[in-house]
């Protein structure tokens, strides 16, 4: 794993457009919300939101972020780990594995501890020392799975 470097767009905000522009991509929220979100984690650099990529060769190959709420409606259990995303060809790699350890790590350095997650896999965060936490209702209207990493 140490040929991948994990960089913070609050330390890089040079690659604020390509990050948002490549998140946007991958799920279904406009690269406006992103460059917002971006734009404030350069703005608050003590704080959440945070948004991490790694690049290969000038192209974005992984990404996560965190927010404090991602789209449910428990506004207590924040910040929210969210758009965990590894490029098809570069997963099964403990890519995911890396940047959630990183990420984890980087938050409790902060003082920032627990961390939530919500989505809709199972076993794969379980072994990777994740829990199950619950079940909770998305923005959108359905429920999702929520796990927490203390």
């Not at 939101?49 to 000038?58: L, M, R």
């Not at 996560?64 to 409606?73: K, M, P, R, T, Y």
């Not at 998305?138 to 796990?147: C, F, I, K, M, Q």
Request: proline share 3%.
């Amino acid at each position: 794993m140490d040929k991948y470097e994990i960089l913070s767009i609050k330390d890089h905000p040079g690659l604020i457009p390509q990050a948002a522009e490549w998140f946007a991509g991958k799920w279904k929220v406009s690269i406006e919300a992103y460059l917002d979100s971006m734009n404030e984690a350069v703005d608050n650099q003590d704080s959440v939101p945070d948004w991490f990529i790694i690049i290969e060769e000038g192209r974005i190959i992984a990404g996560l972020g965190v927010i404090e709420n991602d789209f449910h409606a428990r506004k207590d259990l924040a910040p929210n780990v969210c758009a965990v995303f590894v490029e098809k060809e570069y997963r099964r790699q403990g890519i995911a594995r890396m940047m959630l350890g990183y990420v984890v790590e980087k938050l409790r350095d902060k003082g920032i501890s627990p961390v939530y997650l919500l989505t809709d896999h199972t076993e794969f965060y379980e072994k990777i020392g994740w829990e199950f936490y619950c079940q909770v209702q998305e923005t959108s209207g359905g429920y999702a799975r929520l796990y927490i990493h203390r």
